[in-house]
């Protein structure tokens, strides 16, 4: 692999955004973007989805359906990336008979129509035991049409579905980038401690050097730039920082995975590998072992730092990476994101029909308990003892005050029934008079 594979294609595209800027400024009714590319990511350009695709052919399980109906929570949260698709194999697709005669058949529902073009353009996996889940890329370009690279293929389990929504150095990194770092340069490390050591020195000081060196390109607010009117809280300024990670750190395995994945080959690569991350999660390119040189830093760093020539997203050079995070709230002040919490693990029937049970609320008659049985109730201090005979004497209790009560009433209803036989027998008699 060309270690300098990722410095040619940054200087070509630069190059073609340069003569973009060049063409914009000598242009009638062309005006350049002010804004700083880092700048302009942060505010403008909305992250991709990842499909996640769930194949099952059987009745899942009561841990496996808590899962997926966890996802499809987290699928409806503001600014999560993530789009979730359960689909049932084991279910055949309608088929047209072959005959010249038309035939009546039931509309396809939407919704199988969705699965039977999903599992034809996304077949399951046959190498993986069901339930299984293959995630997937946001779409690509490729020779014939888009394409959706795969980023991990396993059996549904709740730890690799915890890590693909979200890790502890994307939360470092999605903090790093509100409070108004330019980039977040990911240090992937090779294992090697010595290799990993001398790149994040160099790498260290590099970002320092450009944090003195580089300006930010002259703001002229105008009317036209929406930019200028939001007027962000976000202190504007140049600011490259690193942040180290380990291969070997499980809680990132997926945040791993999608990095590697970010161009062909890298999951190859045994050298550390450097990733600046901007914008909303997006990574720029990938610098490779003796890569990570002071000219590569220099010219990606001048990327970031410099005017947004072009505003669309897809025309710059980059892969998203999956943040959630509600970006637009971050950035307006509020609360980065509110995700659901994740649910409980279930080992048996018991701990299933538990779950159920905690959705329905509890409404019973005392009326409707045998006497004879006593009625236990857990107890909020688990080293006390059952109160079992306290519990079959407040039953029995229970049940004579209602005795009471039919007893005292019906004497009551006879006593008003007296009172007005007696007044109308006294009403005839007066009339009688």
Not at 92 to 100: D, E, L, R
Not at 145 to 154: D, K, N
Not at 313 to 324: A, S, W
């Given at each position: 692999?060309?270690?300098?594979?990722?410095?040619?294609?940054?200087?070509?595209?630069?190059?073609?955004l340069?003569m973009?800027?060049?063409?914009?400024?000598v242009?009638?009714?062309?005006?350049?973007?002010?804004?700083?590319?880092?700048?302009?990511?942060?505010?403008?350009?909305?992250g991709?989805y990842?499909?996640?695709?769930?194949?099952?052919?059987a009745?899942?399980?009561?841990?496996?359906?808590?899962?997926?109906?966890?996802?499809?929570?987290?699928?409806?949260?503001?600014?999560?990336?993530?789009?979730?698709?359960?689909?049932?194999?084991?279910?055949?697709?309608?088929?047209?008979p072959?005959?010249?005669?038309?035939?009546?058949?039931?509309?396809?529902?939407?919704?199988?129509?969705?699965?039977?073009?999903?599992?034809?353009?996304?077949?399951?996996?046959?190498?993986?035991?069901?339930?299984?889940?293959?995630?997937?890329?946001?779409?690509?370009p490729?020779?014939?049409?888009?394409?959706?690279?795969?980023?991990?293929?396993?059996?549904?389990?709740?730890?690799?579905?915890?890590s693909?929504?979200?890790?502890?150095?994307?939360?470092?990194?999605?903090?790093?980038?509100?409070?108004?770092?330019?980039?977040?340069?990911?240090?992937?490390?090779?294992?090697?401690?010595?290799?990993?050591?001398?790149?994040?020195?160099?790498?260290?000081?590099?970002?320092?050097r450009?944090?003195?060196?580089?300006?930010?390109?002259?703001?002229?607010?105008?009317?036209?730039?929406?930019?200028?009117?939001?007027?962000?809280?976000i202190?504007?300024?140049?600011?490259?920082?690193?942040?180290?990670?380990?291969?070997?750190?499980p809680?990132?395995?997926?945040f791993?995975?999608?990095?590697?994945g970010?161009?062909?080959?890298?999951?190859?690569?045994?050298?550390?590998?450097?990733?600046?991350?901007?914008?909303?999660?997006?990574?720029?390119?990938?610098?490779?072992?003796?890569?990570?040189?002071?000219?590569?830093?220099?010219?990606?760093?001048?990327f970031?730092?410099?005017?947004?020539?072009?505003?669309?997203?897809?025309?710059?050079?980059?892969?998203?990476?999956?943040?959630?995070?509600?970006?637009?709230?971050?950035?307006?002040?509020?609360p980065?994101?509110?995700?659901?919490?994740?649910?409980?693990?279930?080992?048996?029937?018991?701990?299933?029909?538990?779950?159920?049970?905690?959705?329905?609320?509890?409404?019973?008659?005392?009326?409707?308990?045998?006497?004879?049985?006593?009625?236990?109730?857990?107890?909020?201090?688990?080293?006390?003892?059952?109160?079992?005979?306290?519990?079959?004497?407040?039953?029995?209790?229970?049940?004579?005050?209602?005795?009471?009560?039919?007893?005292?009433?019906?004497?009551?209803?006879g006593?008003?029934?007296?009172?007005?036989?007696?007044?109308?027998?006294?009403?005839?008699?007066?009339?009688?008079?």
């Amino acid at each position: 692999m060309n270690d300098n594979r990722s410095s040619c294609r940054l200087r070509l595209l630069c190059f073609g955004l340069l003569m973009f800027a060049v063409v914009a400024a000598v242009t009638p009714g062309v005006r350049a973007c002010q804004t700083p590319v880092f700048r302009y990511a942060l505010e403008k350009w909305p992250g991709d989805y990842y499909p996640l695709l769930i194949y099952h052919d059987a009745p899942l399980s009561p841990d496996d359906q808590a899962t997926i109906d966890w996802l499809e929570k987290v699928q409806e949260v503001e600014g999560s990336q993530v789009s979730i698709y359960v689909l049932d194999v084991s279910k055949k697709p309608a088929t047209q008979p072959a005959s010249t005669q038309p035939t009546t058949q039931p509309e396809q529902s939407r919704a199988d129509a969705q699965m039977e073009y999903l599992l034809k353009k996304f077949p399951p996996p046959t190498d993986v035991k069901m339930p299984a889940m293959v995630l997937r890329y946001p779409a690509r370009p490729g020779p014939k049409g888009a394409v959706w690279p795969v980023v991990h293929t396993g059996r549904l389990d709740r730890k690799v579905v915890k890590s693909v929504i979200d890790s502890p150095a994307r939360q470092k990194i999605v903090k790093r980038l509100l409070s108004g770092d330019s980039s977040v340069w990911v240090l992937l490390e090779s294992g090697d401690k010595k290799k990993d050591d001398a790149a994040a020195k160099l790498l260290k000081t590099e970002l320092a050097r450009m944090n003195e060196e580089l300006k930010l390109p002259e703001q002229a607010p105008t009317p036209e730039d929406p930019y200028e009117e939001e007027g962000l809280d976000i202190e504007l300024k140049v600011a490259f920082t690193m942040l180290r990670v380990s291969r070997d750190d499980p809680a990132e395995a997926m945040f791993i995975q999608m990095l590697l994945g970010s161009e062909e080959g890298l999951d190859e690569v045994k050298d550390p590998i450097a990733f600046p991350i901007f914008g909303r999660g997006r990574a720029l390119a990938a610098f490779v072992g003796e890569g990570i040189d002071a000219e590569n830093i220099e010219d990606a760093s001048i990327f970031l730092v410099g005017k947004c020539s072009c505003q669309v997203k897809d025309l710059n050079p980059g892969t998203d990476i999956m943040f959630t995070v509600n970006w637009e709230a971050a950035l307006a002040g509020q609360p980065k994101l509110t995700m659901p919490a994740l649910p409980k693990i279930i080992v048996n029937e018991v701990d299933a029909v538990d779950v159920v049970l905690r959705t329905i609320p509890k409404k019973i008659d005392p009326t409707t308990q045998p006497a004879t049985q006593p009625t236990t109730q857990p107890s909020s201090d688990p080293a006390s003892p059952d109160p079992a005979p306290k519990e079959e004497i407040t039953t029995s209790a229970s049940v004579i005050p209602m005795s009471m009560m039919l007893i005292i009433g019906g004497a009551a209803i006879g006593l008003i029934g007296l009172v007005v036989v007696s007044m109308v027998v006294v009403m005839r008699k007066g009339a009688g008079s």
